[in-house]
């Protein structure tokens, strides 16, 4: 992620996330209320120092289901307090004592009955709450804040996306050149992150040559809507539109088909990817469409709160993008806990050596 390009320069100011699982709050938007009825139980669940798998697997075992009748709209952090939606399907008129489930790292905060399945990205958004210690220079993050709230940051997949050590994109690149996986869900993460990491490298491109500018055959997409057209021409009623944000810029995510950006933009799009031909190809082959995401995401809500060397920033996103694309835009941070990761493996990897 660091080689990609900062829409307001590297900052200047470092600082340590994830001191505390605390400091790495999220909160789970849904975009309609339970029915009431029906053999789907939506729990919403507070928990920390547990992953998504891990809190799945217990409700499996405690409604004595098979796993996969329980499903999540979204993957959280271990290392964080995060408040989820679960649902667990159960056929017939029975309700668990859902209470039980209450431990240290779970907390119950609801549970009703619901008449559909939930499904992965049936998510509105999520809420953050972030904190960040040790912040060496605060006035550049102040004026960072200022930036991000009008014009918002390039809209990046975040590191997790490509997986520990960036392995999900390079076993995503193996099965183009002949490895083989079986596993669906498996599969699917690695042609997500070949993806994204085109996506990423288009906007960084586009962003370091052009800024925010528009191009001729831009395409554009609707606000709040996956509905995009082409920009011929951008005229007075289009550049007005974009102003107010009733528009976006977009980049593309790779797939079959002609590309949907047109003259100037498409030619931008190509330079940029001009070197990943084999990944392209993959995911052509692999059966995705060409289709488009915005090119900059901005945090709706965004408030900051500062304790001497500490920041507290509060800000909602919509589903599907990333925190850490705000945060390295304003810090140039460490994450605490995977620094503490990287350190556990390397003295395994001694420990081994030495044996």
Request: glycine fraction near 8%; charge should be neutral; aromatic fraction near 8%.
């Amino acid at each position: 992620m660091s080689e990609l390009h900062y829409l307001y320069g590297k900052p200047t100011s470092t600082a340590d996330l994830r001191t505390h699982n605390s400091d790495f709050q999220v909160q789970e938007i849904l975009p309609f209320a339970p029915t009431g009825e029906g053999e789907h139980h939506l729990l919403h669940i507070r928990k920390e120092g547990l992953n998504t798998v891990e809190v799945a697997k217990m409700l499996s075992s405690f409604a004595h289901v098979h796993p996969k009748e329980v499903t999540y709209a979204g993957q959280k952090d271990k290392h964080a307090v995060t408040e989820q939606w679960f649902g667990v399907r159960i056929p017939g008129k029975d309700t668990p004592d859902w209470q039980q489930l209450n431990s240290d790292k779970i907390a119950l905060l609801s549970a009703s009955r619901h008449s559909k399945k939930l499904r992965i990205g049936a998510l509105a958004g999520n809420r953050f709450t972030l904190t960040l210690r040790n912040v060496s220079d605060i006035a550049d993050v102040i004026k960072r804040i200022g930036l991000i709230g009008d014009q918002g940051v390039p809209n990046y997949f975040g590191e997790q996306r490509f997986g520990h050590d960036g392995k999900n994109l390079i076993f995503g690149r193996q099965m183009f050149t002949g490895r083989k996986v079986k596993d669906r869900n498996k599969r699917s993460m690695y042609l997500s992150a070949v993806r994204s990491n085109l996506f990423n490298t288009a906007v960084s491109t586009r962003l370091a040559t052009h800024g925010t500018a528009t191009l001729t055959g831009d395409c554009v997409m609707l606000a709040g809507s996956k509905s995009y057209f082409v920009a011929e021409q951008w005229d007075d009623t289009l550049i007005e539109r974009l102003a107010k944000k009733d528009i976006q810029l977009s980049a593309p995510l790779w797939g079959r088909g002609l590309a949907l950006a047109q003259a100037e933009a498409a030619e931008c799009e190509a330079q940029a990817l001009e070197a990943l031909t084999i990944d392209k190809d993959g995911l052509e082959q692999a059966g995705l469409n060409q289709e488009r995401r915005a090119l900059l995401l901005e945090p709706q809500h965004l408030q900051y709160q500062v304790d001497e060397d500490t920041i507290t920033l509060k800000f909602a996103l919509p589903s599907g993008s990333y925190a850490t694309s705000i945060l390295r835009e304003l810090f140039n941070y460490q994450d605490v806990q995977e620094v503490a990761r990287q350190k556990m493996l390397a003295e395994q990897r001694n420990a081994e050596a030495q044996q």
